[in-house]
Structure formats: C-alpha cells, structure tokens
C-alpha cells in the first residue's frame, strides 16, 4: 500500500448560503467573498508587481482560515485588472 494523506478542514463553513443568482448549474453552494478580502486583495494587487498567481499564493499562506482567502487566482486576476 502507497502513501496516504488526511486532511482536516478547520475553517467556519457560513450557517446559511444562498444561491448564486446566475449560476445555471450549481456543483458547489457559492459562498460570497468578504469585502475585507476584497480589498486586501485589491491592496496586495496595487503594491506588489507580482502576477496574480504570486500573489493569490501569499495571501492563501498568510491567511490563518479559509475566509480570509480569495476564492481562486481567477478572482485575484479580476482584482487586479479592476485595480491596477
């Protein structure tokens, strides 16, 4: 038998979530972004020259749970063309 691995998740999951009003099909409950980590990715974004998926990964390793973090590099690159 190979290796194996176990993961915990330890975030908060929110106790109720809606749909997202344009989805066709839902795979996954949509679980908006805070505004705090809107604007520290839109901060990170304008001070940093890093590529969106430089700074994706640093602000997912410095956050301390998973509602702290940008949904995925693709909200991270709106971010930044919004912004910068």
Known sequence: MGPSATSQFLG???KHVEPHGHSV???AEYVRTR???LLNV???C???AAVPSK???NLTTEAENDQE???NKQQVKHCA???V
């Open 12 to 14: 908060q999951f929110p």
């Open 25 to 27: 099909h839902m795979s």
């Open 35 to 37: 505004p705090e980590v």
């Open 42 to 44: 839109q901060e990170s």
């Open 46 to 48: 304008v001070k940093s």
């Open 55 to 57: 700074v994706y990964q």
């Open 69 to 71: 973090c940008p949904r």
């Open 81 to 83: 063309l919004k912004f």
